[in-house]
């Protein structure tokens, strides 16, 4: 069974960076794609970024280009988010998910493609 922890939230100042991850443990991450996905408080999940399961290819969301960075480690069956430059907006509980490298490709994930949720990780971004 597919499963994925996920750590690094926290309180951050506007402007402030953080770093989360996404473990999966009871399987190898190798065979697919890794989506990082939010939710705000009354708001749907969104997908924010995706890498392939080789991590040749990345995608992000309009509003996080130029300011995250999704990267992955197979070895250590982890993946990345880095958050650069946050905004009060980018407040809400992270999770990842996996899928398949069709749906990571072009666009921000779509939650419908994605499997396998995490318990998600708090980011609050205020001052």
């Known amino acids: 069974q597919l499963q994925f922890v996920e750590s690094g939230g926290g309180l951050v100042q506007p402007g402030g960076s953080l770093r989360l991850s996404c473990a999966a443990s009871?399987?190898?991450?190798?065979?697919?794609?890794i989506g990082w996905f939010r939710q705000a408080p009354g708001k749907e999940r969104e997908g924010v970024s995706c890498?392939?399961?080789?991590?040749?290819?990345?995608n992000y969301a309009d509003s996080v280009k130029g300011r995250f960075t999704i990267s992955r480690d197979n070895a250590k069956n982890t993946v990345y988010l880095q958050m650069n430059s946050l905004k009060p907006e980018d407040t809400a509980v992270y999770s990842c998910?996996?899928?398949?490298?069709?749906?990571?490709?072009?666009?921000?994930?779509?939650?419908?493609?994605?499997?396998?949720w995490g318990q998600g990780t708090q980011v609050t971004v205020s001052s």
């Open positions: 998910a996996a899928g398949s490298n069709f749906y990571c490709s072009g666009s921000p994930p779509a939650t419908r493609y994605f499997s396998s």
């Open positions: 890498i392939s399961s080789d991590g040749a290819s990345t």
């Open positions: 009871g399987f190898t991450l190798d065979y697919y794609a």
